[in-house]
Every structure is written in structure tokens, then in C-alpha cells.
């Protein structure tokens, strides 16, 4: 079982920028790979970008393709996601999610994959 905690939420106009950070512990971290999901209110739990367990691959949503970028530091256990051109339909709490298995190589892009949630960060961007 890997801990994950989520920091770099708030409030921000819509245009502006913001960075979530995902520190991991428990287990070996640089063998899953993770993910960022949000869930607005109301709504169900969505993907929004995920990375390799080697870093080298990355995936988007079509909603945040070319906004936003995830990149992974195997050797602090962190994962970030950064975060330009904000909308108010950004709006959401958004988890930090480890797969379930390790050394897989297809995206990660499903919830139903991870093995682990943080607690999640509220982003909010006013109009």
C-alpha cells in the first residue's frame, strides 16, 4: 500500500496557473505508474493525466491536452501536475492515484486501476 498526499490547491482566476504535488510513501514508488483525477460536485470521478512507472509516457484528457502537463521525480516519490491556462470548468477536487499493479505499460486512465488515493486538493478558478 503506497500514502499519497496532494498539496498546491486554491483559488485562482480563470487564465491563471497553478501546480499540484503529490508526495508518495510506503512502497517502491518508481515501479506504478500515477495519476491525477478530479471530481467536481455533482459529477463522477474523471482522468485527467497520467504517467508511466518510468516517466516515459504521458496521457491526457481531451479536456486538458496542451493545458496542463504531469511529470513524476522517482527519486523525491513526487508527482506533479502543472496546470496553465485554467477555466472554470477546472473547478474540482483533484486526487493523486497509484496503480494497483506495477510495470504496467498501457495508460492509466481508468479509476478503477489505482490501488491507492490521496485525499484530494481543491482547485477552484473564479470567472
Known amino acids: 500500500q503506497v500514502q499519497l498526499v496532494e498539496s498546491g490547491g486554491g483559488l485562482v482566476q480563470a487564465g491563471g496557473s497553478l501546480r499540484l504535488s503529490c508526495a508518495a510513501s510506503?512502497?517502491?514508488?518508481?515501479?506504478?505508474?500515477m495519476g491525477w483525477f478530479r471530481q467536481a460536485p455533482g459529477k463522477a470521478r474523471e482522468f485527467v493525466a497520467a504517467?508511466?512507472?518510468?516517466?516515459?509516457?504521458?496521457y491526457y484528457s481531451d479536456s486538458v491536452k496542451g493545458r496542463f502537463t504531469i511529470s513524476r521525480d522517482n527519486a523525491k516519490n513526487t508527482v506533479d501536475l502543472k496546470m496553465n491556462s485554467l477555466k472554470p470548468e477546472d473547478t474540482a477536487v483533484y486526487y493523486c492515484?497509484?496503480?494497483?499493479?506495477?510495470?504496467?505499460?498501457?495508460?492509466?486512465?481508468?479509476?478503477?486501476?489505482?490501488?491507492?488515493w490521496g485525499r484530494g486538493t481543491q482547485v477552484t478558478v473564479s470567472s
Open positions: 492515484a497509484a496503480d494497483r499493479l506495477p510495470y504496467r505499460s498501457s495508460s492509466f486512465n481508468n479509476a478503477d486501476r489505482s490501488g491507492s
Open positions: 510506503g512502497r517502491t514508488f518508481g515501479n506504478y505508474a
Open positions: 504517467v508511466s512507472w518510468s516517466g516515459d509516457s504521458t
